[in-house]
C-alpha cells in the first residue's frame, strides 16, 4: 500500500519513561484535548450516554471518585454491546429479565474496560499515532507519572496534518468491501454489526443506492433522548431495538467521490465533524473511507 509522507511530525527518537525532575511534555500533548470528560465507576450507564451525546464523544475515562487516576474507560461499543449489540448483553437479560429501566440505571464499573489504551505525556506524536493504530481504538488516553489523566488524543488529532492537496485518490485507499444495513433492518442488526465487526458506522442502502448512514452516535443519541420511549410499549429493551433503523439514521449524508484527494477528504472531516465518508458514484456505494484509514497512510 502507498502510504504519504509524514506532514508535520516524525519520529524524535526512542521514548524515555524514566521519572526527571522539571521534564517537558512530549509533542503530542500539542495536539491532545486536554479537558477531558470523566466519571466516577458509580456513575449510571444512562449518564454515560448523556455525557457521549452532549459532549460528542465516543468514550469516557472511568476514574476514582473526587481524582483523575484512570479505572478504566467506557466507549460508546461498549454501551452498544450492553444494551443488544453483544456478549454484555447477557447482563440485561439475565441479571434484569430485558428490563430496560433497570438496565440504564446499572453503574458503568459493570460495564467498563479496564484494559485501557492508554501513553505517557512524554510520547511523541508518532508513537503516539503508531500506539493509537495498534490499538484498534479510536481513541488514546495520555496519563501523567501518577496515573493520572492528563489529555486524550484520537484519529481526528492527526488528520490535521493532511494537506488539502497530496495528489493521492481516494479510490486507492478506501475500503471497497463495505458493510451495509437496509432502511427496514432493525437497531438490533446494527448493534450487533458494529460490536461483530469493530466499526463505528454503517451506510445505509436501499437498491444498491445510498440513502443514509446510521453511526454509534446515532444510536446513543436514540437513547439518549426521549425519542426511544416513543417505542417502548413495556418495560422490555426489546421493543425499543426492533424499530427499523430507518427511524434513527442520518439522511443528509456527507459523502465524497472515488476521484477526490485525500486531503480533501480529511478537510471534510475535519469540517462536517465526521469520522468516515460513504464514497460514491453515481449514487451508488463504491467504498468508504475513515479516519482511520488515514491515519495507516500517515504512520
Excluded at 430485558?98 to 438496565?103: D, T
Excluded at 488528520?159 to 479510490?171: A, D, L, M, Q, Y
Aim: hydrophobic share 40%.
Amino acid at each position: 500500500m502507498r502510504r504519504i509522507p509524514h506532514y508535520g511530525f516524525g519520529d524524535r527518537g526512542p521514548l524515555e519513561f524514566r521519572s526527571r525532575l522539571h521534564r517537558e511534555e512530549g509533542d503530542v500533548m500539542r495536539i491532545a484535548s486536554r479537558e477531558v470528560v470523566t466519571a466516577p465507576p458509580t456513575t449510571p450507564i444512562i449518564k454515560i450516554v448523556s455525557l457521549m451525546v452532549k459532549n460528542r464523544i465516543r468514550r469516557v475515562p472511568i476514574v476514582t471518585a473526587g481524582s483523575r487516576r484512570l479505572e478504566g474507560i467506557v466507549r460508546s461499543r461498549d454501551v452498544i454491546n450492553f444494551l443488544g449489540g453483544g456478549q454484555k448483553h447477557d447482563i440485561v437479560s439475565k441479571k434484569f429479565g430485558g428490563n430496560f429501566f433497570a438496565a440504564i440505571n446499572e453503574p458503568v464499573k459493570e460495564i467498563m474496560e479496564r484494559d485501557v489504551p492508554k501513553a505517557s505525556v512524554y510520547s511523541s506524536i508518532l508513537d503516539a499515532a503508531k500506539l493509537l493504530l495498534a490499538s484498534g481504538q479510536g481513541g488514546l488516553i495520555l496519563v501523567n507519572e501518577n496515573g493520572e489523566i492528563a489529555g486524550v488524543v484520537t484519529d481526528r488529532d492527526f488528520t490535521r496534518f493532511i494537506p488539502e492537496s497530496t495528489g493521492h485518490h481516494v479510490e486507492y485507499y478506501m475500503t471497497r468491501r463495505v458493510l451495509s444495513v437496509a432502511p427496514s433492518s432493525q437497531i438490533s442488526e446494527v448493534m450487533r454489526k458494529i460490536v461483530e465487526w469493530n466499526v463505528r458506522r454503517l451506510p445505509v442502502v436501499e437498491n444498491g443506492r445510498l440513502v443514509g448512514i446510521v453511526t454509534s452516535m446515532d444510536v446513543l443519541r436514540y437513547f439518549g433522548t426521549g425519542k426511544v420511549f416513543e417505542h417502548l410499549r413495556s418495560q422490555k429493551i426489546d421493543d425499543v431495538i426492533s424499530v427499523p433503523v430507518e427511524e434513527i439514521m442520518t439522511r443528509d449524508v456527507v459523502k465524497i467521490s472515488p476521484g477526490a484527494d485525500i486531503g480533501e477528504a480529511a478537510a471534510l472531516m475535519r469540517e462536517r465533524g465526521c469520522g468516515g465518508l460513504p464514497v460514491v458514484s453515481d449514487d451508488r456505494l463504491v467504498g468508504i473511507i475513515t479516519e482511520r484509514d488515514l491515519l495507516r497512510l500517515m504512520v
